[in-house]
DNA sequence: CTGGGGAGGGGGCCC
DNA sequence: GGGGCCCCCTCCCCA
């Protein structure tokens, strides 16, 4: 018999995940740009996937990998360590041979005074050479730059892969025939499923608890512990979630020292 | 107020 | 490339 806090929450839009708040500050871009100009915006730097664990390594709030994305990090990888690289550009059309500075300028000494700088890609013609260049790194980044856009929220990924499967958190394909509750991914279902039926294959070895999350087992595993993995760094107490340690913290120990 | 259980979400890895 | 699974995390709620 599922409680009430079971129920879920989303269709109340004010407990609803707001994925878009989530995300830095999205620069406001107009549709008419995004449409004559596709070149995808930098994608916003994810929030840090957390560091596997030691379960030795008790952590701190000081120490815990919860910081934003340190700036001296390393771009993301297949970024292009500067838009002036333009050895990229041979792999701009699978259908275009490339062509070399050389061409670029043959082509351009056959073209009208006004537009003698010519894209070898799209054909658009530039009266000026560092127009030309402007307009041609554009083509640079569409190329190296590639981002995919969720079209249900401002969320972008760099694999099309991490695309669809954020989609499936707005499409929830997976859904239940016992409540009609639908989730992102089949095995999320799986484990909404155990509440119906009450299976729990995940057995404390400690106790006799059984669980029917391996994370709220893992969780419950904790409470064995004698000394918990999330330190307190002003009294050196332990506990055995994040949120017991930041409550703890907020309820004056940090001021209190 | 604190500790802990239940449920669910997201990203990453492996096959 | 997709599915399954794992890990980590968060939120809500209760004792």
């Given at each position: 018999?599922?409680?009430?806090?079971?129920?879920?929450?989303?269709?109340?839009?004010?407990?609803?995940?707001?994925?878009?708040?989530?995300?830095?500050p999205?620069?406001?871009?107009?549709?008419?740009?995004?449409?004559?100009?596709?070149?995808?915006?930098?994608?916003?730097?994810?929030?840090?996937?957390?560091?596997?664990?030691?379960?030795?390594?008790?952590?701190?709030?000081?120490?815990?990998?919860?910081s934003?994305?340190?700036s001296?990090?390393?771009?993301?990888?297949?970024?292009?360590?500067?838009?002036?690289?333009?050895?990229?550009?041979?792999?701009?059309?699978?259908?275009?041979?490339?062509?070399?500075?050389?061409?670029?300028?043959?082509?351009?000494?056959?073209?009208?005074?006004?537009?003698?700088?010519?894209?070898?890609?799209?054909?658009?013609s530039?009266?000026?050479?560092?127009?030309?260049?402007?307009?041609?790194?554009?083509?640079?980044?569409?190329?190296?730059?590639?981002?995919?856009?969720?079209?249900?929220?401002?969320?972008?990924?760099?694999?099309?892969?991490?695309?669809?499967?954020?989609?499936?958190?707005?499409?929830?394909?997976?859904?239940?025939?016992?409540?009609?509750?639908?989730?992102?991914?089949?095995?999320?279902?799986q484990?909404?499923?155990?509440?119906?039926?009450?299976?729990?294959?995940?057995?404390?070895?400690?106790?006799?608890?059984?669980?029917?999350?391996?994370?709220?087992?893992?969780?419950?595993l904790?409470?064995?512990?004698?000394?918990?993995?999330?330190?307190?760094?002003?009294?050196?107490?332990?506990?055995?979630?994040?949120s017991l340690?930041?409550?703890?913290?907020?309820?004056?120990?940090?001021?209190?020292?």
């Open positions: 018999m599922p409680r009430s806090f079971l129920v879920k929450k989303h269709f109340n839009a004010a407990k609803k995940p707001n994925y878009s708040e989530l995300e830095s999205t620069v406001f871009i107009s549709p008419y740009v995004l449409k004559t100009l596709p070149v995808p915006v930098i994608p916003q730097p994810e929030v840090l996937s957390p560091v596997s664990y030691n379960p030795i390594t008790v952590w701190t709030t000081s120490n815990l990998p919860l934003p994305l340190p001296d990090l390393s771009p993301i990888s297949g970024y292009p360590s500067s838009l002036s690289d333009t050895s990229s550009n041979k792999d701009h059309s699978g259908s275009e041979s490339p062509r070399s500075d050389e061409d670029e300028r043959i082509q351009s000494t056959k073209l009208s005074d006004a537009e003698k700088f010519q894209c070898s890609l799209c054909n658009k530039y009266s000026t050479y560092s127009g030309l260049m402007k307009h041609k790194q554009l083509h640079c980044d569409a190329q190296t730059r590639k981002s995919f856009s969720c079209k249900y929220c401002e969320k972008e990924y760099v694999s099309l892969g991490a695309l669809k499967m954020h989609i499936r958190t707005h499409t929830l394909p997976c859904v239940c025939k016992m409540c009609g509750k639908a989730f992102s991914r089949p095995w999320l279902l484990g909404h499923i155990r509440t119906h039926t009450g299976e729990k294959p995940f057995s404390c070895p400690h106790c006799s608890r059984a669980f029917a999350d391996r994370s709220n087992l893992r969780a419950h904790q409470t064995h512990s004698d000394v918990k993995k999330y330190q307190c760094k002003n009294c050196s107490k332990t506990f055995s979630r994040m340690l930041h409550k703890h913290e907020e309820s004056g120990c940090c001021i209190a020292h």
